[in-house]
């Protein structure tokens, strides 16, 4: 038996689709995969979700390996594609993609195909990452109208900066952005909101939400807990206790002696560190679950193992399970209290963490 395991309760998962989708009835909902499906298993996620109007992944390969299990779903690559030798495998495998740059326009225009494919042209609103500035996208629109083995009319789609920052202006600017774009065109569908804006922007939705944390029962912004808006965990990561040990005051404990002991207690070592991706950078007297009470972490997290302080009267055994995030201890709060992002967090869980489904 592996010690260091992420429990994952498939429940949980269909559960926060059918909730964001009510968010939000008339639109399509996409179940976005990517990076392994936030750690929680792309392939299990998109067999869990097999009603999901539409699976999101960022690469190439993360949608062929969904293909090649077997899921049948409409599956659209956030991130396009990078060279020509991708564009028979978007036909061979039936993939939607994103076009968010000129050179993949020329790839497109280059090739010809009898089969059509559906693309989507993203905008560049004010997130200046990926997406055709606005100064230039008519004239992109224009090229890819002329490509005949594009499916028309166009959708057209766009990603926010700002959406996790309820009172800051930047979204609905890019809204206006965008509908200033496709105001005088035949566009066919549109796509705006991922989780930020499913949750805090509703005149962002439209034909297609994207969602990625939120699926997952995790909420974007860490003061609003997904619980907020009847979203749950759907992983649960827990470990076991390795050894228990007796501790004097005045003692020390782990690499660069950073914490020393204010009392006599009983010091806890669990089976998880940042070899398991739980990271180097959580803190000192941050919380974990044991035998239903919280106990702090103390010490520096090591590759394998951390300590934690089980306080002079513990009465917990070797084998005891330690949950360090999960339904009665949101990762939003350990995020928070270590200055940690909860999207890193879950996607830097590493293959050595044992990844079991539930329900
Ligand atoms: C990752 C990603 C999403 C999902 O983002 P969340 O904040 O996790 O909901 C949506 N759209 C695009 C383009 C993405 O890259």
Not at 162 to 175: R, Y
Not at 280 to 296: A, D, F, H, Q
Not at 302 to 331: E, F, H, N, R, Y
Request: net charge negative; charged share 20%.
């Amino acid at each position: 038996m592996k010690a260091a395991t992420a429990v994952i309760y498939r429940s949980a998962l269909t559960h926060n689709y059918k909730t964001i989708k009510s968010m939000s009835p008339k639109s399509h909902l996409m179940a976005v995969v990517k990076a392994n499906g936030y750690g929680h298993g792309a392939l299990e996620v998109a067999s869990t979700l097999t009603h999901a109007d539409y699976l999101g992944v960022a690469r190439i390969d993360e949608a062929i390996a969904l293909r090649e299990a077997g899921v049948e779903a409409k599956i659209l690559l956030l991130e396009g594609f990078v060279s020509e030798e991708c564009v028979p495998s978007l036909l061979k495998y039936n993939l939607e993609t994103v076009i968010h740059c000129h050179e993949q326009v020329m790839m497109l225009e280059k090739f010809n195909s009898a089969t059509s494919i559906k693309i989507w042209l993203k905008l560049d609103t004010g997130m200046h990452r990926l997406g055709i500035r606005l100064d230039e996208a008519d004239a992109i629109f224009e090229r890819i109208c002329n490509i005949s083995w594009i499916e028309k009319p166009i959708n057209v789609m766009t990603h926010f900066a700002c959406s996790d920052e309820l009172n800051n202006p930047f979204t609905n600017d890019q809204i206006d952005r965008f509908d200033g774009f496709i105001q005088h065109k035949v566009v066919g569908q549109t796509s705006l909101a991922a989780s930020g804006g499913i949750l805090f922007w509703p005149q962002s939705h439209r034909h297609l939400n994207r969602a990625g944390i939120i699926l997952y029962g995790i909420s974007p912004v860490l003061q609003k807990p997904a619980s907020d808006f009847g979203l749950s965990p759907v992983m649960q990561l827990e470990s076991r206790l390795i050894a228990i040990r007796r501790h004097s005051q005045g003692e020390s404990v782990g690499y660069n002696a950073t914490w020393v002991s204010p009392r006599d207690t009983v010091i806890g070592v669990v089976a998880i560190g940042y070899g398991d991706g739980y990271s180097r950078s959580i803190k000192n007297g941050t919380p974990v679950l044991i035998n239903g009470r919280e106990v702090p972490l103390v010490g520096r997290v090591s590759m394998d193992m951390i300590t934690i302080d089980l306080g002079p009267d513990a009465l917990d055994k070797v084998g005891d399970k330690v949950v360090l995030w999960g339904q009665d201890l949101p990762i939003e709060r350990i995020a928070h209290l270590n200055n940690l992002s909860p999207y890193e967090l879950m996607t830097q869980l590493t293959s050595r963490v044992n990844l079991v489904y539930a329900d």
